[in-house]
């Protein structure tokens, strides 16, 4: 088991930043995908950003791509969300997931991961 805390939602206006957090109970998996889906009302989790944990190796939707960033600290089991430049669409519910095996590409079904945290709002005003 796996257990994952997201922190750092919150509101800002359009243009601002955000970074979210997101920290990994203990787990002994060689290799683990970590990264953040996001659910607006009425609408799907879709893929956010993906960090593959034993390699430097990410992967982001293409309506994030050069405004977010995702890193990872392994030592503390840590992944952040990097978010400038936002828009009133990225506004949802954002939800750290993991899955020990390869990361996915972002267009992935949500359900192909394993493990996730209770999600942390952002709302971007404009």
């Known amino acids: 088991q796996v257990q994952l805390v997201e922190s750092g939602g919150g509101s800002v206006q359009a243009g601002g930043s955000l970074r979210l957090t997101c920290a990994a109970s203990?787990?002994?998996?060689?290799?683990?995908?970590m990264g953040w889906f996001r659910q607006a009302p009425g609408k799907g989790r879709e893929g956010v950003a993906f960090f593959q944990t034993d390699f430097d190796i990410t992967v982001y939707a293409d309506s994030v791509k050069g405004r977010f960033t995702i890193s990872r600290d392994n030592a503390k089991k840590t992944v952040y969300l990097q978010m400038n430049t936002l828009k009133p669409e990225d506004s949802a519910m954002y939800y750290c997931?993991?899955?020990?095996?390869?990361?996915?590409?972002?267009?992935?079904?949500?359900?192909?991961?394993?493990?996730w945290g209770q999600g942390t709002q952002v709302t971007v005003s404009s």
């Open positions: 203990t787990y002994t998996y060689s290799s683990v995908c």
């Open positions: 997931a993991a899955r020990p095996r390869w990361c996915p590409p972002a267009t992935i079904p949500a359900d192909s991961f394993d493990y």
